[in-house]
């Protein structure tokens, strides 16, 4: 039987394959210096290579937390473009944002991977650039990550940076302004509480990224990824079985070592019909809601932190409200704030 490829197809085919590889891409280059560099400079006869690469690393470790290393170019690669377009993902501006000031964007929710706040702040796929001229987005990730050669000048190329207070400080205070950082404030620990149809951020205990714009005078942005908590399904088991028991323990352990909690959850295979870990193509819409004008003390009290910690979760509410409907959900869907 003759198989005919359109045109649509091959599409669909690369901008799965582009998905596809994004994890891998991480963990082979991780492999490289974890597990090949010992072994060159052991039993090779290239070990003036590994003795190369830990004495950069050495050498270039303040880097990242000192504006990083961004490449227009890497940012820009059609690979993004393809993966963009596979779920699709949207950014939507409300407000523009001046250059004369320095920004935090809040992003949420988490969702499992984060798609949206990767793909519209770490890539150009969206145009990031020309919706928003003059402003250079940062989007801050675990440290952990920075100390692994070749994966953290991966990062870097594409403008990430770690979500440490010395690294925020520095692009806030240090780079003039136009910068914006962004945030996703739940972090990993959100993840737990994303499946489809919820509308839950962690927020009413997370107040260091409004400290740190009071201690900055940064604003603060708020913004939403509507469909973020679409592309998974995320499986909770019932109390007292053994499933359960083994992923309350995994979680421990994933949080313990690694920073991160283990979710167990499922999106398609490589046909949309089928059961796999590759998210479900749906689409994801990030708002970028209106500037909070943030006044800068150098050390604010605690009263002050709440005060505009209060004025950052309204100007949250108002945002999903003004958009849930345009964006998928029903008018009397709730943002839940924990």
Not at 256 to 264: E, R
Request: hydrophobic share 45%; aromatic share 16%; net charge positive.
């Amino acid at each position: 039987m003759a198989i005919v490829f359109s045109q649509f197809n091959i599409q669909q085919g690369l901008q799965t394959l582009c998905v596809m590889q994004w994890i891998p891409v991480y963990v082979i280059l991780g492999m490289i210096p974890i597990i090949l560099m010992p072994y060159f400079l052991v039993f090779t006869e290239f070990w003036a290579m590994a003795v190369l690469t830990f004495a950069w690393l050495a050498y270039d470790w303040d880097t990242h937390s000192r504006g990083g290393r961004r490449t227009a170019w890497v940012r820009s690669w059609t690979l993004w473009k393809y993966f963009c377009n596979y779920f699709p993902i949207k950014l939507v501006k409300t407000h523009d944002l001046s250059a004369k000031h320095n920004y935090i964007i809040a992003s949420h929710p988490h969702g499992i991977v984060s798609f949206g706040a990767f793909i519209n702040f770490a890539t150009e796929a969206t145009g990031f650039a020309r919706i928003f001229p003059s402003i250079t987005p940062s989007l801050a990730t675990l440290e952990g990550i920075f100390w692994i050669p070749f994966v953290r000048d991966y990062v870097m190329a594409m403008g990430l940076c770690p979500v440490s207070k010395l690294a925020l400080e520095y692009t806030l205070t240090r780079k003039g302004s136009g910068n914006a950082v962004v945030i996703v404030v739940g972090g990993a620990t959100e993840s737990l509480l994303c499946c489809p149809g919820a509308s839950t951020v962690l927020l009413k205990r997370r107040k260091g990224f409004v400290k740190l714009a009071l201690e900055t005078g940064a604003y603060l942005v708020p913004s939403y990824s509507f469909g973020e908590n679409e592309v998974y399904n995320q499986e909770t088991f019932p109390e007292g079985t053994w499933i359960r028991f083994f992923q309350k323990h995994f979680q421990k352990t994933f949080k313990k070592i690694l920073g991160l909690n283990f979710c167990t959850f499922h999106g398609r295979g490589l046909t949309r019909a089928s059961w796999g870990f590759l998210p479900f193509n749906r689409p994801i819409t990030t708002v970028v809601g209106e500037p909070l004008p943030v006044p800068k003390i150098k050390r604010p009290n605690q009263e002050t932190v709440d005060k505009y910690h209060a004025l950052y979760i309204s100007a949250l509410r108002k945002l999903f409200d003004q958009h849930k409907v345009e964006y998928g959900l029903s008018e009397n869907q709730q943002l839940t704030v924990i």
